[in-house]
């Protein structure tokens, strides 16, 4: 249940993204991205890596043969087409298969990402409204500052720590503390490099927000953009590390 949920949210993300770089005149290969995206997903109960890498593989091949038989679409189109199945799709992916990732609590990995990324955010905003004089990067979000950005990064490895703390108390965890340190380093990190990522694709189409899903939020994409970021970060540390 989670798998489609997910996989319909990573959808909605795809027709968001698509619609906002289609205001620059890009003729995506739309039919084609949400065709392998759905197969992505599906990909996840077979042999993973190998599956999703032959798909990427056979959709690249598949759309530069469109555009050779067909002079409606370009380079760029065909780029852009397979950029929206690595951002946001697989990102989205990421997500999936950390739910999956063995913690001795389940769903704890999944649940310790999105408290993390969040938490940055939270941080981030209070630090930056309290302390904040240095603006971080005013050509793409003229409220963020330097004093902001550091209070997100402190914040989550602050709450990993207390999650470690809890963790061992009651559960005799046998990971190291140092692990949720880096984890919060992480997800204090790239969580405010993939919310300038999304203000930096917004800006680039003339778009205010991704889209209108939630109303006075914008919509998915809005809500995920740092997550985008931190959950391959993540799962990168979960597998190569622990």
């Not at 963790?167 to 984890?183: A, C, E, K, P, T």
Request: overall charge positive; charged content about 10%; hydrophobic content about 55%.
């Amino acid at each position: 249940m989670f798998k489609i949920a997910l996989m319909l949210v990573a959808l909605v993300g795809l027709f968001e993204f698509y619609s906002v770089v289609q205001r620059g005149k890009i003729k995506l290969i739309n039919l084609v991205g949400f065709i392998s995206a759905v197969l992505i997903f599906i990909a996840t109960d077979f042999n993973m890596r190998d599956s999703i890498f032959f798909i990427l593989l056979i959709t690249i091949i598949f759309l530069f043969m469109v555009s050779i038989f067909s002079k409606k679409y370009g380079f760029n189109d065909i780029m852009i087409t397979m950029l929206g199945l690595v951002y946001p799709t697989l990102s989205f992916i990421t997500i999936l298969l950390i739910s999956k990732v063995a913690f001795p609590i389940n769903n704890l990995a999944l649940i310790l990402l999105f408290l993390l990324t969040w938490s940055s955010d939270t941080f981030a905003y209070f630090s930056g409204k309290l302390l904040g004089k240095h603006k971080l990067s005013p050509d793409l979000s003229p409220k963020k500052t330097i004093e902001g950005a550091v209070g997100g990064v402190i914040g989550p490895i602050a709450i990993g720590m207390i999650c470690w703390a809890v963790g061992n108390f009651y559960f005799n965890f046998s990971i190291d503390w140092y692990h949720f340190l880096v984890i919060g380093l992480i997800c204090g990190i790239f969580s405010q490099f993939g919310d300038l990522s999304a203000s930096f694709i917004k800006r680039n189409y003339d778009a205010k927000d991704f889209g209108y899903i939630m109303p006075g939020h914008g919509g998915i994409l809005d809500r995920f953009d740092s997550v985008l970021f931190t959950a391959p970060l993540t799962y990168i540390y979960f597998t190569l590390v622990l």
